[in-house]
C-alpha cells in the first residue's frame, strides 16, 4: 500500500468538486458532456482507481435521467413546439392546478428535461470519481482533531460490518442445527438477534482494548478554553442558519448573507482547531498535502472558474433557452477550465487507496 | 464468543433483571448539556431549511431570488456537511469515554450491514430497526449521533458518498433523536406498550423520511419540466406545495406506504428482544460511571509499612 | 536461566522493586454476594514469566485485568487494597495512564483491534502517548522484525491467521513500550504450531527484552516447561505465587506429565518432557510396550457403517476445501479429527451435517444423505455443536433455550447441574455455554454427535466432564467425531484419530498408531515413554493397579 506517494484524499474530492460546482452553474448540454467525459477520463486513466464505484454512480445517474424523461413525457408541457407523440389525456383533480397529464409530447420539453437531468448526472459521476479515486475511507485518517472520536466509530463501523454480515450467515447455519428451516424473514430475523448480542459483547471488549492501549489520554485541560470553543461553535451555527435563511428569503440582500456564512464557517474553523489542542495524540504517517495535491485542486478550481467567468463574457451560452431547437454554443473559457481539470488529473500519478486483499503470490 | 473480560456474576433472578430494565429506562449514554443541545437544534434548523427552502423562497417579483433560489440546492449541499461536522465535533466532546465511540461504532457496524442485505440506496429502513431501540434505550443525543454515523458508515462501505449523503444523515439523526424523545413508560419498559409506541414511531418515522428525501429530490430532478410538477421560484408557497404533492404521489408514495408498513411490523416483531439486547449491554457497560469514595479501611497488619506516598490507611474505592 | 538463579538474584537485591505488586486486594463485583478476589497479596519481578493457574471461575482473568486498571475502573466493583504497577497506583491511575507499562492482550485479539491494517494497529498505541513521528516509524519497525511480521505490515487484519493476529495484538501493545505484558488464554485457539510460535515469542521478549509477562492458561501441558513462577489461584479467592515445582505439587490442575510424575511418584516433580524422561527409565521397563484396549467397534456389529463419505469434494468458490475425502464411521466410535487450523475439518463436519451440499462425491449418514433433509428432521439423525456455541442461544434464559426439548432439562441437569434456570445464557462461561449446547444437541438423541473445536477455553475439569459424556454416547452406541487440536483430549477419548492436511485425509487408524507418529505434537505421556505406545495417564494408572 502506497501511503507516501499516493496523492491527499483531498486533493481529488476538490477536484471533483470544482467539476459539479461547473456543472451547476450551467444547462449547456455540451459542456455538460464535456464535463462528463472529462470525469470519465480522469478515472479510466488510473488503473488503481475502483472503477466499480463509477459505473455504480453511471447507473444511478441513468436511472435518475430515465425516470425525468418519464416524468417528462407524462406530464406534459403547455408550451408549444415541435410534437413527438400524442398520449391520450387523463383529466386532473383541480386541486392539483396547472397540472396536466398526458396530451402531446414536444421535442423541446424532453430536452429541457435532458439538460437538467444532465446537470445532475455530472454531479453524480463527480461524486463517483471522487469515490474511486480516493477512497472515502482513507479521509479518515485525516480528520481534524475535533472529529477524532467519530472517526474512530466509523472506522470501528467500517471494519465490523462485513464481519456481522458472515456472523448472520454461521448463525442461520446454527438455526438449522436446532432444526428451523432455513429461509423465510422470520429465521433471518432470529439469526439477526445473536448477532446482535455478539456485537454488544464485543463493543464492551473493544472499549476495554481501547482503554488499556490509553484511548482517551487528555493533557491538562484548561476549562475557558472549552467555553470559548464552545460559545464560538455555537454562535457560528447560528451565523450559518441565519445566513442560509437570508439567501433564501427575499428581504435580506446577499452582500449581508455571504458574508455572514462566510463569517460562520471561517469561525467554526478556527474553533474546531483551536478546541483540541488538549489532546495529546500524534498522528502516524498522516497523508501530505503534497504540491502535486495542489495541481489536481487547482484543476478543478480552473473549471469552476471558467465557467463562472464564461457566464459573464457570454451571458446566455451557459443556459441555452431550448426555444427555438438549435445547437447551443460551448463558449471556449469553459472548454479551456475543462481540459485543464483533465491536465491536471493527468498528471497526478498514483492515486492513494485503502489497502485490498494482496493478491495470491505477492511477496 | 468467549470475552475478553472476567464475566461478573449474573444478576439473581429474573425479577431483579425487570427492575433493573425499567431502573435504566433514563439513562442516557451521552449526556446532552445545554451546549449539544443548542448545537443539535440550531443544525437541525439549517437541515429544516435544507430541506423545506423551496416552500420559503417564494417572491413576487423573481430577479435576486430566483437567481438564488436555482443556487440553494448547491449551497445547501455545502453547507449542511459543514453543519454536521460541526455538530458532530461539539457532541464528541461528550464522546470522550471509550465504550460510548466502541458502542457507537459496533452498532453502526450492525446497521450498515442490515443496509447492505435489505436497502437501497434511497431506503433506510432496516437501519431504523436498530437506530430507534437504541435512541429508546441510550437516548437522545447517541440516537442522533448513531443515525449519522450509521448512514455516514453504510455509505464508505458501499463506496457511495453521493449528494444525497448529508441529508440522509441528517434526516437519520432526528429520527434516531425522536426515538430518544418518546415518553418513558417506566411501568412498561420490555412490554407490548412500549413496543406498540416504537412500532408506531417507526412506521411514522419511515413515511416522513421518505417524504423528506423526495422533497430533498424534488427541486433536482424538475428543473426544466412541466409546470405543474416542477419547483416553481415565482410561485408561493401553496402552489408549490401542490406541486410537490404531484411528484410525491407520482414517484415516491408507493414505495414507502410499504416500506412504512413493513418497518412497523419489522419492530413489532423483533424490537422487544432487541430493546432489551441493547439495554442489558448498556448496563454491563454501566454508562456514566465513575470511581466514587468508598468507606476507609484499615490495613490488617502489613508489617512492610503503609503505602508509597505516606498515606495511612488503605482506602477502597468504588465504581457504580 | 534456571529458577534458582531468579529467586537467588531477588533475595540479594532487596532494594529492586517489583514490577507488579498487589497489596491485600479483594475485589467485588457490583451484582456480586462474594469477592472474587481475597486478600491477595504477591510480587512480581523483572524478566520473570508469571504462569496463572486456577479452575474456571477462580479469578485469574479479574487478577489479569486488575494489573492494567481494567477491573475496577472498567468493569466496575469495589476494589480494596493497592495493585502498584511499576510505581503507579491503579487507584489513582486509570487504565490508559498505564498504557505505557502495561500491555494487556486478551483471550479474541480481534475482538480489541481498532484499525484494519497491521500497520495502523501497532502505531495506535503510540498515537495516544504522542510521540514523536520519526520515533513511531522506528518503533513499528522494530517490533515488525522482533515479531517476524514485516511481510505483513500492509495486510489487512481479518486476513490473518489466528497465530498471526495473537502476535500482531502482541506487537501493539509493545510499540508502546510497556514492561508487563498480560495475556488472557493467549493459545487457547491456536493449533499446535502457532501456539509454539506465540510461546517462543513470549519466551524471547522475557529473556531478550526483560519483560515480565502474566499468562493465564488452562493448557498447562504447552506453557509449564517456559514459567518462571506459578500464581496458583484454589478457586477460594486467594492466590499462591510458587516455584513451579512446588506449586504443581500440590495443584489439583496439573498437566498430564505431573500427574504421571505423582503416580510413579517422582521427585521433585518434573514439568518439561526432557526432565521427566530422565526419570521415566524404570517405568519404560516395566510397562509392556502397549496398553490393552478394547478393541475398535468395528463391522463386527454388522450392516452398514453408520457414517459413509465417498470421495467428497467441498468449494468454496474457486478454492477446493476438501479433496477426495472417503471416511468410514462405526456405531460405537469415537473419532477424532486433527489438522491445522484451515485443513478442512470445519468443512467436513458441515457437510456431515448436511449444512451444505458436496460438489462431488456422496454423504450418507445413518441411511439418508443429511443435506436432502429438512432441518427438522436431519436433526433426528445427525447433531453439530458448532465451535461457536453462543451461535445457538436466542432466548435469555437457560430454561427458554430448552423449551420443547423434552430430555433437555434433565440432561443439563446431569451434565452441569450448577447451571441454572435464570442464567442468562450469554452469561454463562465458555465450558457452561459448551454444556448448554450440548445438551440441547443431545436432547435429540441423534445417532451421530458431531463437535467442532470444543476445547477453547475449557479447564481440566470440564474437560474430564466432556470426555466421560462422549464416552458415554460411545458406549451406549451412538457414535462421536470430534475436531479438536487438542491431542490430550483426543487421547482420552477417541478410539479413531484421522488427520487432514490441505484438504485430504493424511492418516486414519486407531489413535494409538497416529497421534504417536509425530513425536513434535504427539500427547505428553506418550512423549515420556516413547517408544512405548501409552497415551494417557489414565492408562498407566490402570496397569499399575493391575501389577
Known amino acids: ?363 | ?320 | 536461566m534456571t529458577r534458582p538463579d531468579v529467586a537467588a538474584r531477588r533475595a540479594a537485591d532487596p532494594g529492586h522493586p517489583p514490577v507488579v505488586e498487589f497489596r491485600q486486594v479483594t475485589m467485588t463485583y457490583p451484582d456480586a454476594d462474594a469477592p472474587v478476589l481475597r486478600d491477595v497479596s504477591f510480587e512480581l519481578g523483572e524478566g520473570e514469566l508469571i504462569l496463572v493457574v486456577g479452575p474456571t471461575g477462580a479469578g485469574k482473568s479479574t487478577l489479569l485485568s486488575a494489573i492494567n486498571g481494567l477491573v475496577p475502573h472498567f468493569t466496575g466493583g469495589r476494589l480494596d487494597g493497592q495493585v502498584i504497577v511499576a510505581g503507579r497506583d491503579t487507584r489513582t491511575h486509570p487504565p490508559r495512564e498505564l498504557a505505557d507499562v502495561v500491555g494487556y492482550v486478551g483471550q479474541d485479539p480481534a475482538a480489541g483491534f481498532v484499525t484494519e491494517v497491521v500497520e495502523d494497529e501497532l502505531a495506535y498505541a503510540m498515537e495516544w502517548l504522542g510521540l514523536p513521528p520519526t520515533v513511531m516509524r522506528r518503533r513499528v519497525e522494530d517490533v515488525l522484525d522482533l515479531l517476524d511480521l514485516a511481510r505483513l505490515r500492509g495486510r489487512r487484519l481479518d486476513e490473518l491467521s489466528g497465530g498471526e493476529q495473537q502476535r500482531v495484538a502482541i506487537g501493539s501493545v509493545l510499540t508502546a513500550g510497556v514492561r508487563v505484558l498480560v495475556l488472557d488464554e493467549p493459545t487457547s485457539a491456536l493449533d499446535p504450531p502457532a501456539a509454539e510460535e506465540v510461546l517462543a515469542v513470549l519466551t524471547r521478549l522475557v529473556h531478550d527484552l526483560g519483560l515480565t509477562v502474566v499468562i493465564a492458561e488452562h493448557r498447562l501441558e504447552r506453557v509449564i516447561q517456559y514459567a518462571d513462577r506459578i500464581l496458583r489461584l484454589p478457586g477460594d479467592g486467594s492466590a499462591v505465587l510458587d516455584e513451579p515445582s512446588a506449586a504443581m505439587a500440590v495443584s489439583p490442575l496439573a498437566p498430564p506429565v505431573v500427574h504421571l510424575a505423582r503416580l510413579a511418584g517422582w521427585h521433585p516433580v518434573p514439568l518439561s518432557i526432557r526432565e521427566a524422561r530422565r526419570y521415566a527409565a524404570r517405568l519404560r521397563a516395566t510397562l509392556p510396550p502397549n496398553p490393552s484396549r478394547p478393541t475398535a467397534p468395528s463391522r463386527s456389529l454388522g450392516g452398514e457403517p453408520l457414517v459413509a463419505v465417498r470421495d467428497l469434494v467441498a468449494r468454496y468458490g474457486t478454492t477446493t476445501a476438501l479433496r477426495h475425502v472417503n471416511l468410514r464411521v462405526e456405531r460405537g466410535e469415537v473419532v477424532a479429527l486433527m489438522g491445522r487450523n484451515g485443513s478442512g475439518k470445519t468443512t467436513l463436519l458441515t457437510h456431515l451435517a448436511g449444512l451444505r451440499p458436496p460438489a462431488r462425491g456422496e454423504v450418507i449418514v445413518d441411511g439418508v444423505r443429511p443435506h436432502r433433509l429438512r432441518p427438522v428432521e436431519a436433526v433426528r439423525h445427525v447433531t453439530l455443536v458448532p465451535a461457536e456455541p453462543s451461535d445457538l442461544f436466542v432466548a435469555d434464559s437457560v430454561a427458554g433455550e430448552l423449551r420443547g426439548l423434552p430430555r433437555g432439562r434433565e440432561l443439563l441437569r446431569s451434565l452441569a447441574p450448577e447451571i441454572a434456570d435464570t442464567a442468562h445464557p450469554r452469561d454463562l462461561s465458555a465450558g457452561g455455554q459448551l454444556l448448554l449446547a450440548l445438551a440441547i444437541m443431545l436432547s435429540y438423541d441423534a445417532p451421530l454427535l458431531l463437535l467442532d473445536e470444543p476445547t477453547r477455553g475449557l479447564d481440566y475439569a470440564a474437560k474430564e466432564r466432556l470426555a466421560a459424556i462422549l464416552r458415554a454416547r460411545a458406549e451406549a452406541g451412538r457414535a462421536v467425531v470430534l475436531a479438536t487440536h487438542d491431542v490430550e483430549l483426543a487421547a482420552e477419548v477417541a478410539t479413531r484419530t484421522v488427520v487432514l492436511a490441505d484438504g485430504e485425509v493424511v492418516a486414519d487408524g486407531p489413535t494409538a498408531e497416529v497421534v504417536t507418529a509425530t513425536p513434535a505434537f504427539a500427547p505428553q505421556v506418550a512423549r515420556i515413554l516413547h517408544p512405548l505406545r501409552w497415551l494417557t495417564v489414565g492408562e498407566v494408572r490402570e496397569a499399575l493397579e493391575a501389577g
Not at chain 1, 160 to 185: D, I, K
Not at chain 1, 209 to 218: E, H, I, L, T, V
Not at chain 2, 4 to 33: C, N
Request: with cysteine.
Open chain 1, 1 to 363: 500500500m502506497s501511503r507516501d506517494g499516493g496523492l491527499h484524499p483531498g486533493a481529488w474530492w476538490v477536484w471533483a468538486l470544482g467539476l459539479a460546482a461547473a456543472a451547476s452553474r450551467t444547462t449547456n448540454p455540451l459542456l455538460l458532456l464535456l464535463l462528463a467525459s472529462v470525469i470519465v477520463f480522469a478515472v479510466v486513466v488510473h488503473p488503481s482507481a475502483r472503477r466499480t464505484v463509477l459505473g455504480f454512480f453511471a447507473r444511478i445517474a441513468a436511472v435518475v435521467l430515465a425516470l425525468r424523461l418519464a416524468l417528462a413525457v407524462v406530464f406534459t408541457s403547455p408550451f408549444p413546439g415541435h410534437t413527438v407523440v400524442r398520449l391520450p389525456s387523463v383529466p386532473v383533480p383541480s386541486v392539483f392546478a396547472g397540472l396536466r397529464i398526458g396530451g402531446p409530447v414536444t421535442a423541446e420539453s424532453l430536452l429541457a428535461a435532458l439538460d437538467g437531468g444532465m446537470q445532475l448526472a455530472v454531479l453524480l459521476l463527480a461524486a463517483g470519481a471522487a469515490s474511486a479515486l480516493a477512497d472515502p475511507r482513507s479521509l479518515l485518517r485525516c480528520l481534524p482533531a475535533a472529529l477524532y472520536e467519530v472517526g474512530v466509530a466509523v472506522s470501528i463501523a467500517v471494519a465490523l460490518a462485513p464481519q456481522f454480515a458472515t456472523a448472520a450467515r454461521r448463525v442461520r447455519e446454527a438455526r438449522r442445527l436446532r432444526g428451523e428451516a432455513g429461509r423465510g424473514p422470520v429465521v433471518w430475523l432470529r439469526a439477526a438477534l445473536p448477532v446482535l448480542h455478539g456485537a454488544l459483547e464485543r463493543s464492551i471488549d473493544l472499549a476495554a482494548a481501547m482503554d488499556a492501549r490509553g484511548f482517551g489520554r487528555r493533557g491538562p485541560v484548561r476549562p475557558w478554553r472549552r467555553h470559548v470553543v464552545t460559545a464560538a461553535l455555537v454562535v457560528a451555527l447560528l451565523a450559518c442558519a441565519a445566513a442560509t435563511y437570508g439567501l433564501l428569503s427575499p428581504g435580506f440582500r446577499s452582500s449581508v448573507s455571504l458574508p455572514l456564512l462566510a463569517a460562520g464557517v471561517g469561525l467554526a474553523a478556527a474553533g474546531m482547531i483551536v478546541g483540541r489542542r488538549d489532546a495529546v495524540r500524534s498522528r502516524y504517517r498522516p497523508p501530505r498535502w503534497t504540491p502535486r495535491a495542489w495541481l489536481v485542486a487547482a484543476g478543478g478550481a480552473a473549471a469552476v472558474v471558467s465557467v463562472v467567468l464564461a457566464g459573464h463574457l457570454t451571458p446566455g451560452s451557459l443556459t441555452p433557452t431550448g426555444y427555438p431547437l438549435t445547437w447551443p454554443q460551448v463558449p471556449t473559457v469553459a472548454v479551456a477550465g475543462a481540459l485543464g481539470a483533465a491536465l491536471s488529473a493527468l498528471s497526478a500519478g498514483t492515486p492513494d487507496t485503502v489497502p485490498r486483499t494482496l493478491r495470491a503470490g505477492t511477496p
Open chain 2, 1 to 320: 464468543m468467549t470475552s475478553l473480560l472476567p464475566r461478573p456474576a449474573p444478576p439473581r433472578s429474573q425479577a431483579v433483571q425487570r427492575t433493573a430494565d425499567s431502573a435504566d429506562a433514563g439513562r442516557t449514554a451521552i449526556r446532552l448539556r445545554w451546549r449539544s443541545t443548542a448545537a443539535v437544534t440550531l443544525a437541525s434548523l439549517v437541515g429544516v431549511l435544507a430541506f423545506g427552502w423551496p416552500f420559503l423562497s417564494g417572491v413576487r417579483g423573481g430577479g435576486e431570488a430566483v437567481a438564488h433560489a436555482s443556487d440553494a440546492p448547491w449551497v445547501f449541499l455545502l453547507i449542511l456537511p459543514l453543519v454536521l461536522v460541526v455538530v458532530l465535533a461539539e457532541l464528541a466532546d461528550g464522546l470522550l469515554d471509550a465504550k460510548t465511540v466502541a458502542m457507537l461504532g459496533v452498532l453502526a457496524g450492525c446497521g450498515a450491514a442490515l443496509r447492505t442485505f435489505g436497502g437501497d440506496v434511497t431506503g433506510a429502513s432496516p437501519v431504523f430497526f436498530l437506530l430507534m431501540p437504541a435512541g429508546r434505550a441510550l437516548g437522545r443525543g447517541f440516537g442522533f449521533t448513531l443515525g449519522v454515523l450509521t448512514l455516514f458508515g453504510s455509505a464508505l462501505i458501499t463506496g457511495g458518498v453521493g449528494p444525497w449523503l448529508p441529508f440522509q444523515m441528517i434526516a437519520a439523526g432526528w429520527v434516531g433523536f425522536g426515538a430518544g424523545c418518546l415518553p418513558r413508560l417506566r411501568r412498561f419498559a420490555g412490554r407490548w406498550p412500549e413496543i406498540a409506541m416504537l412500532s408506531a414511531y417507526g412506521a411514522l418515522a419511515g413515511l416522513v423520511y421518505g417524504a423528506v428525501m423526495d422533497l430533498w429530490f424534488w427541486p433536482f430532478q424538475t428543473t426544466g419540466l412541466a409546470p405543474g410538477i416542477a419547483y416553481d421560484p415565482a410561485a408561493d408557497a401553496a402552489t408549490n406545495l401542490s406541486h410537490f404533492a404531484a411528484f410525491y404521489l407520482a414517484t415516491s408514495l408507493g414505495f414507502d406506504v410499504p416500506r412504512a408498513v413493513a418497518n412497523a411490523v419489522l419492530v413489532a416483531v423483533a424490537g422487544g428482544p432487541v430493546l432489551a439486547a441493547i439495554r442489558r449491554a448498556a448496563r454491563r457497560a454501566a454508562f456514566g460511571s465513575g470511581p466514587a469514595r468508598g468507606i476507609p479501611r484499615t490495613p490488617t497488619g502489613d508489617p512492610t509499612g503503609s503505602a508509597a506516598d505516606g498515606e495511612e490507611r488503605v482506602r477502597p474505592w468504588t465504581c457504580r
